[in-house]
């Protein structure tokens, strides 16, 4: 074992510091590691399976098959994470043999040809048929069919070889060379199917059986195999999936000691004995590769592997001076990676890299979290797995940007709201240092909608939630699992019983982390509540909407060990740009339809005035003061820090919108007001003012029109065309300064803040003129020619000044000429039921995004227009290298 030299040290800590506060934006989509997968000198190849399939969508059963016909032959899928009798196949031939879309000489010519990762229904229409406003009103429904051939070659022939689907939505079932050999139904699990047995040399047809029910869920889900597929081909002696497991303990700046656990699979027909080494390395921040350095090793393990059995072998060694992992600013969040070779006589048939991270985390009811010793407020908000336009098809540069805009924002934290994640997801966690709460179930045994996950709860909640952490544990970000949320039935004891099976199993897997539950209803000594590591409220431990009488007390009182903290908090509700007279005089409001309510059904907007919010939610501000007032508890995890698909809350009805209001962020990424309400409390060093509303209303001369200021600084001074409307101090409780009875004449509002006497930041807002041009903005003016990275590029309507027309709704029309293309546009506005691969969009309080994409392969300049009736066009270019 060696140490990293003084000059490696400090070089690495510069590196990740400048990576982590100046280089993300240009780092996006760096390469995801571990990247060894693909070589095979190290006797495992991980290849992408996702381009060239084939695929039909159909509304009404295509082949007569269902899961309940075919489960018998599915269940055995889920053995390995099975803890009691394994599921036996049926004999016989198993079903759909003589479903046309399974054989190998099916012409699937007509069929759309697609790439992986593959949303369906995100292209649209809108109003999809019997598809709710919770759901998005998108065509998620039906039964989908993709085909894509796999070419086994003679130098594979001994080889195990995997197919690993990373999330397909949902009820897969797989079929090859016209025989069903399993499948998942949970569409936001990641599973591994075995096709080694079932392989022909040369062409194999696979086929795999997608199906969705109306009525699954209670947002956006999604359809489609939406998230990686690869395969893997090893050595029939491997290490075996998810086959590592590393935690570390006694951690601190001088030492930490690391335990490793391999299991090693053999799926040959001899038995035999491996030698089993690991050395463990640095992480280059930059380009996700592993440094030359060996910092530490494990003792060589010899182990004798019976055929067709799987053995495992565990170690500790010590890692002197390690690079903590932890969340930034006052942390950072350092890699290691471990890799484990399989070696017989010295040759290595198996190689396998576990990024990992070296930090301690504490749970303490007083202190709340503590990473490395040092305390961190769970600064953190809630998100759906969708992309917005770009729906569930996974996409990394668009996830990267989701959290680049929270971490601006000061965020910490991430629950993963309801249900497992993507895997990259977890990899830009740790590599941005995140804390995360990884979240599997929305519900149990009792429905919350007809068609969700209680209709499988019986059979599959152990082996998913067993899959998903053996997935995820390896990840530093995971600070706790949570099993479950506002689940059906809380407070009832068949309800605790459940919490405590599944507790069980998860101690069983990783008894390293906490885990918890977030609860709505249950109180202090319910089942439930006692079965948790930690107390996680949903919107009680601030008292529901108007109500001030919060759990946060009582829990504490009832649990003196455990910890608290809002697992999910305010569900405020606004849409950006939109402000709506008069105002709240209060710190919160319930939203309702019509004038003072906050919410206007006519075009489907709530006011960005950020002070309404759901009857159970509550306004940012009147959370921060229950927080303020109960400091033991750990913090909160906001509803949401994205816009998402689905749920349009209030205007969720039958003729509503079909994307969320509760997003501090909208759908397209543009930053509502909310966003510098939220930046003022998490970085409260960061000198910022935000002023609101907008200052350009006609129809409002003379009219009481209140100015509010969002700021990090104590005091602030407000004037009006130049005149002073007041110098402020910003009491105890209050999170916004706010000037309620300005009336409005053009001209300019402007704030000058203050903090400890000293000026600390300004803002102003003026009144605009006509719209006469667009501008374009790409946030990345280079991406990867790879047909993967993507550049957002933001449309503006301006007057003859360059100023945004904040009110603008001009519809834009854009093209692109050169090596690539536009893959969905948006405007933030839920109720905008233009489809999102549409090339004309309107704006929507002045702005539009276009989401430009550069073909795989392609090199050289691409040009983006936008041109709107009446208006200078603009364009702007984006490279592809
Ligand atoms: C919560 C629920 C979330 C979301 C939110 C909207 O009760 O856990 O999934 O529905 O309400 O306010």
Known sequence: MREATGTARLFHRLSTILLTFLLVPRLVGARPYPVHWADDNNGRQRISLNEGWKFSRFTSNPDSLS?????????????????????????????????????????????????????????????????????GRLPSNGVGWYRRTLTRSPEDEDKSIFLDIDG??????????????????????????????????????????????????????????????????VNPTHVGQYGTYITTSDVSEEKATVHLTVDVENGGASDTTVDVVTEIHLLDPATGTPGEEVVAQFEKATVAVPAGGKMSVSGSTAVRNPLLWGPPPEQEPNLYVATTRLTVNGTVIDTY???????????DANQGVSVNGKPVKIWGTCNHGDLGSLGTALNTRALERQLEALREMGSNALRTSHNPPAPEFLDLA??????????????????????????????????????????????????????????????????????????????????????????????????????????????????LGTSTDGSFDRFHAAYPGKVVWSSESASALSTR??????????????????????????????????????????????????????????????????????????YDGDDGARSSYFGIIDLAGFRKDRFYLYQARWRPDLPMAHLLPHWTWPDRVGQVTPVHVFSSGDEAELFVNGKSAG?????????????????????NVSVVVYKDGEEWARDARWTVGKAKGLTLTADRAEIRGDGRDLSFVTVA???????????????????????????????????????????????????????????KGASGDITVTASAEGLETAEVVIRAA
């Not at 897969?172 to 591994?192: C, D, E, K, Q, T």
């Not at 080694?196 to 999604?222: F, H, K, M, Q, V």
């Open 67 to 135: 899961y309940d016909s075919l489960k018998s032959w599915i269940l055995p899928s889920a053995n390995n994470f099975i803890k009691g009798d394994k599921h036996q196949p049926p004999s016989g031939t198993p079903p759909g043999s003589n479903v046309q879309y399974v054989q190998p000489d099916f012409d699937d010519r007509d069929w759309e040809s697609v790439d992986l990762p593959h949303d369906w229904a995100i292209k649209g229409p809108f109003n999809a048929p019997g598809v709710s406003g919770g759901m």
């Open 168 to 233: 397909a939505m949902s009820y897969a079932a797989v079929w090859l060379n016209g025989r069903l050999i399993g499948g998942w139904p949970y569409g936001y699990a990641s599973f591994r199917l075995d096709l080694t047995p079932y392989l022909d040399g040369g062409d194999n047809l696979l086929a795999i059986r997608l199906e969705n029910a109306l009525d699954n869920s209670r947002w956006y889900p999604g359809a489609g195999i939406y998230r990686n597929v690869w395969l893997v081909k």
């Open 353 to 363: 890299e576990t990024p990992f991270g070296i930090r301690s985390v504490t749970f």
């Open 430 to 543: 740790d590599r941005m240092g995140f804390l995360v709460l990884d979240e599997i179930f929305d519900t149990w045994a009792d429905r919350k909608t007809t068609n969700d996950f209680h209709a499988i709860f019986p059979d599959w909640h152990e082996p998913d939630l067993r899959a998903f952490v053996r997935r995820d544990r390896n990840h530093p970000s995971i600070i706790a699992w949570s099993y479950g949320n506002e689940i059906p039935n809380q407070s009832g004891s068949a309800t605790g019983a459940t919490a405590q099976a599944l507790h069980g199993i998860l101690v069983e897997e990783d008894p390293t982390r906490p885990s918890t539950c977030a609860m709505n209803s249950a109180g202090p000594g319910s089942p439930l509540a006692d079965a948790l590591d930690i107390i996680g409220l949903n919107y009680q431990g601030e008292g």
């Open 577 to 650: 740009g939109t402000y709506l007279f008069p105002v709240t005089s209060g710190n919160h409001a319930d939203v309702g339809d019509g004038p003072g309510q906050g919410g206007d059904g006519r075009d489907y907007r709530v006011s960005a005035y950020e002070l309404y919010a759901t009857s159970w939610g509550s306004s940012p501000d009147k959370v921060f003061a229950a927080h303020d007032a109960h400091p033991y508890v750990a913090g909160e995890f906001v509803w949401t820090g994205w816009d998402y698909l689905g749920e349009p809350t209030p």
């Open 727 to 747: 110098r402020q101090k910003r009491g105890r409780g209050q999170y916004r300064f706010r000037w309620d009875d300005v009336v409005y004449q053009p001209g």
């Open 797 to 855: 309507v301006v007057d003859e000044n360059g100023d945004t027309v904040p009110e603008a709704g001009n519809a834009i029309a854009f093209s692109v000429s050169g090596p690539g293309r536009i893959v969905a546009t948006d405007n933030g506005d839920p109720a905008d039921m233009t489809e999102f691969p549409s090339l004309t969009r309107k704006a929507f309080s002045g702005l539009a995004l276009a989401i430009v994409r550069a073909d």
